[in-house]
């Protein structure tokens, strides 16, 4: 097949931007042609290129017509729908608060995907998807790159802050603090702290014990790890065997995160470190969350869109109308945004908010 895929950025490595790259790199490897498109390239789009993904931020260079569209992002995912007029769409929803991941509503919008069930019940909540027709597909590690590490010992000696976000200013703080009471050091990786996470691979194996969340959390588990899910949004659990099912559908994310990131919180949940139950909980992740099975079941659904959509003529009446709607309501945000380029409330903008 013939693919593109959208994001918001082709940045810096994080969330949906490493999805972006590790399903297109995979796809490749599969034969497949792809390409991504973002209007804001940097190191991922540097990664998508090395593994034979071509890269553009002006659809007019795109090397060929897809056969479909993997969207991400509602306002890449529309550009390039408006732009190939007869070319369906599968939606994957990463995130149930960013502005960037309200589902956008257009008739071929085939399909739409969560990879977790708070991101499902946005999807039906603004978008008006029935719940039964969203289907939550969990994330993935690339288990070829990500190999496991020796077994931990009976106590951690290393830890890590392993998030974009972290800084001495916020929860990191914290952490540093329940860690130093307990005579455990830890270094911080990510883009706030200066030292972005390039390949997170070589280095994971050098810890015991990681505070993440989401994807940076189940790469720390596939290597073997003990994981604290924690960010700046607050303090979740130390993942175990007898919750990570529970953890997992919610991508070990913000709902997940119900108490303050305190040394008081943080010192409770170090002090659940188990190398067995961590080493349990690495099986259960190299078992279940492998990319190349995530990518194989992504490929089946982009088949099943194409059958579907060959049996379903275009609207060009209710595209026009859907197209209008979407402008509706973004030309508010815009205005408000141009008005105030750092309003806070820009995120939090919702398809059902008022203008």
């Known amino acids: 097949m013939r693919i593109l895929i959208t994001n918001n950025t082709l940045l810096h490595r994080s969330g949906s931007e490493l999805y972006a790259r590790d399903v297109a790199c995979r796809l490749r490897e ?7 498109f973002s209007t804001q390239i940097g190191a991922v789009a540097d990664d998508l290129v090395a593994g034979g993904v071509t890269v553009v931020d002006d659809l007019s260079r795109l090397p060929f017509r897809p056969d479909i569209i993997h969207g991400q992002h509602h306002l890449e995912t529309l550009t390039a729908l408006w732009y190939l007029p007869g070319v369906p769409a599968v939606y994957f929803c990463h995130g149930a608060l960013p502005w960037e991941e309200m589902p956008p509503l257009f008739p071929r919008i085939r399909c739409y995907i969560a990879v977790d069930f708070a991101c499902r019940e946005r999807v039906v909540r603004e978008a008006g998807i029935p719940e039964a027709a969203v289907r939550v597909l969990p994330n993935f590690v690339n288990l070829q790159k990500f190999a496991m590490r020796p077994p931990l010992p009976e106590k951690p000696r290393r830890a890590l802050i392993f998030s974009n976000g972290a800084t001495d200013e916020n929860y990191a703080k914290a952490i540093r603090a329940a860690c130093a009471n307990l005579g455990v050091p830890v270094d911080t990786i990510g ?27 189940l790469e720390a588990m596939a290597v073997g790890c003990a994981v ?46 188990d190398a067995a139950a961590a080493a349990a909980v690495c099986q259960r992740v190299r078992a279940e969350a492998d990319l190349r099975p995530t990518v194989d079941a992504i490929v089946q659904l982009y088949q099943e869109v194409l059958t579907s959509h060959k049996n379903s003529p275009v609207d060009a009446d209710a595209e026009m109308r859907a197209a209008g709607e979407y402008l509706q309501w973004l030309s508010p945000v815009i205005k408000r945004a141009l008005k105030d380029p750092n309003m806070p409330s820009l995120k939090g903008t919702r398809r059902t908010d008022p203008p």
């Not at 883009?191 to 959390?217: C, G, I, M, N, T």
């Open 191 to 217: 883009l706030l702290s200066q030292s972005p996470a390039a390949h997170p691979e070589e280095w994971l194996p050098q810890y015991d014990l990681v505070f993440a969340k989401a994807r940076a959390a």
């Open 30 to 36: 599969l034969g497949h042609e792809v390409a991504a």
């Open 228 to 273: 604290v899910v924690c960010d700046t949004l607050g303090c979740g659990p130390m993942v175990s065997p007898d919750n990570f099912d529970a953890l997992r559908q919610l991508n070990f994310g913000f709902r997940t995160m119900t108490q303050p990131a305190t040394v008081e919180n943080l010192t409770f949940q170090i002090a659940r470190y």
